[in-house]
């Protein structure tokens, strides 16, 4: 959603970025798509929220953590797939792939939404401006605080996930010689990375860097929050780990229904975190990945065989879940346009909105998936094949 939602995963007409003689494709696991389906939505209606949500509401008013939990799939799953490739990992054709994936679909938001650059113009400096005019096409807008939400207030996850991409090839290559291969080892070094990538947030509560007059919020405003929220350099860790994760998931050996406990005490640890105690802990905790070993046992017990994993895996869900990448870059500026322009009262549809301006915006990311993502990726990657050829 991918290699997460933000990296969604490659297809068996994918060329495989790796040399002669590196080990073969792994399994597909369809549970973890399903599973981008509902946190894209949920993203989605953290931005949009519907009414009436009742005992929903506190899990969609704090679903801003689950951008981190992309994070954490993107890092699974490209290390589940490349992990024992090593140095036989072709860098550019793993670069190219990844391009292919990211690019066609990141253009498209920025084309389609180019329109916005007029209140960009307006909000801030002109120096400001034309920095984002150039740094954005480029996926380098995330690494300035005030510029990551530039003309796609969504698409500073680009920057940092193009970050993750650029580092990958030799990140695996440590992971591959260093990272041990003890089971009690790998969640040891997990639970560090974890608390580690905590850190700068509790710095962060402990000194106020921006002198913010109460605790944090997601509408505080400052230099430093922004910086954590949206730079690529928080979120190093949260990728770390899922590289880990798949590493301890290839050494865990743990029976059928094993991996359908872990699913169910996770699923249910979280179903009771957002009932009873999300809106006591810190909102800068929260983003900075406090529930990323939740998340971690969950990715562990979707990826077996259960009925969970039976469940995350159901067809619909599978499908929509191809499209969450679209789905979560283009629904911030879709939905907002709906709105500046009341597309659904001119269609005498605004007693059923914000559900008709939702599935507008499932149509609008399936038919982006189907018409521009995957026609554009197997354009680029056949070049790449043919021009090797």
């Known amino acids: 959603m991918p290699d997460a939602l933000l990296t ?18 792994k399994a597909p696991l369809p549970a973890l798509t399903g599973v981008r389906t509902l946190l894209a939505v949920n993203i989605m209606f953290f931005h949009f929220t519907p009414p009436h949500m009742g005992v929903f509401y ?20 490209l290390a589940y797939n490349y992990a024992d490739r090593g140095a036989a990992l072709d860098k550019r054709a793993f670069w190219r792939a990844r391009f292919a994936r990211l690019y066609p679909i990141y253009l498209l938001s920025l084309v389609l939404f180019c329109g916005t650059l007029g209140a960009e113009w307006h909000a801030r400096s002109h120096g400001q401006f034309f920095a984002g005019v150039v740094l954005t096409p480029l996926l380098l807008q995330g690494w300035s605080p005030w510029l990551a939400t530039f003309w796609n207030t969504v698409a500073w996850t680009l ?30 070094l997990l639970l560090g990375i974890w608390a580690l990538g905590l850190a700068p947030h509790a710095l962060y509560m402990l000194f106020n860097p921006d002198h913010l007059a109460g605790p944090a919020n997601r509408y505080s405003y400052g230099f430093w929050i922004r910086a954590l929220k949206y730079t690529p350099l928080p979120y190093t ?7 880990t994760l798949a590493r301890l998931q290839t050494r865990l ?7 359908t406990a872990v699913a169910a005490v996770s699923l249910v640890a979280l179903a009771l975190f957002f009932a009873t105690v999300v809106d006591r802990v810190p909102y ?55 709105r500046q322009y009341h597309v659904p009262e ?40 043919a021009g090797a050829q």
């Open 8 to 25: 969604p995963d490659a297809d068996s007409d994918t060329p495989s970025p790796m040399k002669p003689g590196a080990a073969p494709r």
């Open 58 to 77: 506190p899990l969609i008013n704090n679903s801003y953590v689950f951008v981190g939990f992309f994070f954490l799939l993107s890092g699974f799953i």
């Open 159 to 188: 920057c940092a996930e193009a970050a993750f991409y650029f580092a990958f090839p030799w990140s695996i290559q440590i992971v591959h010689a260093q990272w041990p291969r003890n089971s009690g080892r790998l969640i040891a």
């Open 237 to 243: 860790c949260t990728f770390l780990a899922g590289i």
């Open 253 to 259: 050996a743990i029976s059928p229904r094993q991996r």
């Open 284 to 338: 800068i905790l929260m983003h900075g990945g406090l529930l990323v070993p939740l998340f971690a046992a969950l990715v562990v017990g979707l990826s077996g065989q259960n009925i969970f994993a039976a469940a995350f895996a159901w067809k619909p869900i599978e499908l929509l879940g191809q499209a969450s990448y679209a789905l979560f870059l283009l629904h911030f500026n879709f939905i907002n346009l709906l």
């Open 346 to 385: 001119r269609l005498h549809l605004a007693a059923y909105d914000p559900w008709v301006s939702y599935a507008a915006t499932l149509l609008l990311a399936i038919a982006a998936m189907y018409f521009v993502e995957r026609p554009a990726r197997r354009a680029i990657l056949k070049r790449e094949t």
